[in-house]
């Protein structure tokens, strides 16, 4: 079972960056799995932001060149550096993962398998 622990979540001013954690476990050796940050705001879907899948990144429009996923295997830990931060970022930021069988990906939260508990990120102006 694939367990994701988010940290890093704060209120910050219009501006500022902020990196989140998500903390990786419980992978099977059989799979290849991708890792996404999606993020939720009340009364509305959740929302891609960012997926990493070996070399593989991939961001939604309204992050791209702010954003920036990464990970260290040694850690088993996937980051979201989140720099320029805007109040429309303010979200519950979430954690997924996937296994993947082949090339492409869903953007879709509901066809993502495995979830953290999500972390808040509120940017004030």
């Known amino acids: 079972q694939v367990q994701l622990v988010e940290s890093g979540g704060a209120s910050v001013q219009a501006g500022d960056s902020l990196r989140l954690s998500c903390a990786v476990s419980?992978?099977?050796?059989?799979?290849?799995?991708?890792v996404a940050w999606f993020r939720q705001t009340p009364g509305k879907e959740r929302e891609f932001v960012a997926l990493?899948?070996?070399?593989?990144?991939i961001y939604a429009a309204s992050v791209k060149g702010r954003f920036t996923i990464s990970d260290d295997n040694v850690k088993n830990t996937v980051y979201l550096q989140m720099n320029s931060l805007e109040p429309d970022d303010t979200a519950v930021y979430y954690c997924?993962?996937?296994?993947?069988?082949?090339?492409?990906?869903?953007?879709?939260?509901?066809?993502?398998?495995?979830w953290g508990q999500g972390t808040q990120v509120t940017v004030s102006s």
């Open positions: 997924a993962a996937t296994p993947i069988f082949s090339n492409s990906y869903n953007y879709r939260a509901t066809s993502w398998s495995y």
């Open positions: 419980g992978r099977s050796s059989g799979y290849n799995y991708a």
């Open positions: 990493l899948n070996w070399d593989d990144r």
